[in-house]
């Protein structure tokens, strides 16, 4: 039997998701399923490909919603999780139990767990650490900037590499370590210590990059990294660096897309009627309350840069 996992791609929250998942699936459902993965990155064209949901089964865990009929379990917390109102629709009228989304979690990961435990029996708690760390993670539950930024945990020097390495195929082959082994084992293997290096001096210059980029004004940090291969960089380096800041947009871009990131600083209290996933949307884009995206095509660069501008000047008044 082939169980097709889809997963929110480089990101350590949609990893972990797809491991919690596929071990509840083994232990309590199937335990002679093979497990094919394919990570999913938000674009600005249809996310699911026509042939994406080939297995017998088919999940999607930490992402967007789909129709399809193929689709057998799904699991998301995003707040902007359906692409369309009748994507919405379809989810509130399916009965399977098997569809789930809950977006008070802060995340998918630990939404996967309690449902599992509580609706199908799976012990969850070998894997403590791991979804204690995708809640922190994900839901910016660090002590301090300085903490986010200074990666000496385990859990953050494996999200570095699960956010910032090239390797299409790297998570892929992560995840059934990760529903195994224990953090500190996971950081050893010789797949995740080949990236680790090259990555932790690329994000010791991202910070040096955009400590020069920065234009700080009104309490909203914009910044425009486009043109360096910077995708991927760690969320928390603007907030490091302008610890008043209240929000951030910055503008990036990989060979796949051009891309808005507008957050919010998680050691400020933040006004309760602004909804960042709210306003992303607006342009096409989503996310969470508190910290969401816009993805445009790769060769919008131009356009990009006008609706993060437009985003900064909305944010700074
Ligand atoms: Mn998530």
């Known amino acids: 039997m082939k169980l097709r996992v889809c997963f929110h791609d480089k990101c350590f929250d949609g990893?972990?998701?797809?491991?919690?998942?596929?071990?509840?699936?083994?232990?309590?459902?199937?335990?002679?399923?093979?497990?094919?993965?394919?990570?999913?990155?938000?674009?600005?064209?249809?996310?699911f490909e026509d042939g994406t949901f080939d297995g017998d089964e088919n999940a999607i865990v930490d992402f967007k919603y789909s129709s399809s009929p193929a689709l057998t379990w799904w699991f998301d917390h995003h707040q902007s999780a359906f692409l369309t109102p009748q994507d919405a629709d379809n989810f509130r009228q399916d009965?399977?139990?098997k569809k789930f989304y809950d977006p008070t979690?802060?995340?998918?990961?630990?939404?996967?767990?309690?449902?599992?435990?509580?609706?199908?029996?799976?012990?969850?708690?070998?894997?403590?650490?791991?979804i204690q760390w995708a809640d922190i993670i994900d839901g910016a539950q660090f002590a301090s900037a300085e903490v986010a930024v200074g990666l000496a945990e385990p859990a953050m020097k494996l999200g570095l590499v699960i956010e910032a390495a090239p390797d299409p195929y790297?998570?892929?082959?992560?995840?059934?370590?990760?529903?195994?082994?224990?953090?500190?084992?996971?950081?050893?293997?010789p797949l995740v210590k080949t990236y680790f290096g090259p990555l932790l001096e690329r994000h010791r210059r991202s910070i040096d990059i955009l400590r020069e980029r920065i234009d700080f004004r009104d309490g909203v940090i914009y910044f425009d990294v486009s043109d360096l291969d910077l995708e991927g960089y760690n969320k928390f380096v603007p907030y490091y660096l302008y610890p008043d800041a209240l929000y951030s947009v910055g503008v990036s871009a990989s060979p796949a897309r051009a891309k808005i990131s507008v957050g919010s600083n998680p050691w400020k209290?933040?006004?309760?009627?602004?909804?960042?996933a709210a306003l992303c949307e607006k342009y096409g884009g989503g996310g969470h309350a508190k910290v969401a995206a816009i993805s445009l095509g790769p060769g919008d660069v131009v356009r990009t840069r006008q609706v993060a501008k437009e985003i900064t000047t909305l944010l700074r008044h």
């Not at 995340?107 to 012990?123: L, N, P, R, Y």
């Not at 209290?269 to 960042?276: Q, R, S």
């Open 15 to 47: 990893a972990c998701s797809a491991a919690v998942f596929s071990r509840f699936y083994r232990e309590r459902l199937n335990s002679g399923v093979e497990f094919h993965y394919t990570g999913m990155t938000h674009k600005a064209s249809k996310p």
């Open 95 to 97: 009965h399977s139990g």
């Open 105 to 130: 979690y802060k995340s998918c990961t630990k939404f996967v767990a309690t449902i599992a435990s509580e609706k199908f029996g799976f012990d969850a708690k070998p894997l403590a650490e791991l």
């Open 170 to 189: 790297l998570v892929p082959k992560l995840i059934p370590n990760l529903a195994v082994l224990p953090l500190r084992e996971i950081i050893e293997l």
């Open 269 to 276: 209290e933040i006004p309760a009627d602004v909804n960042l």
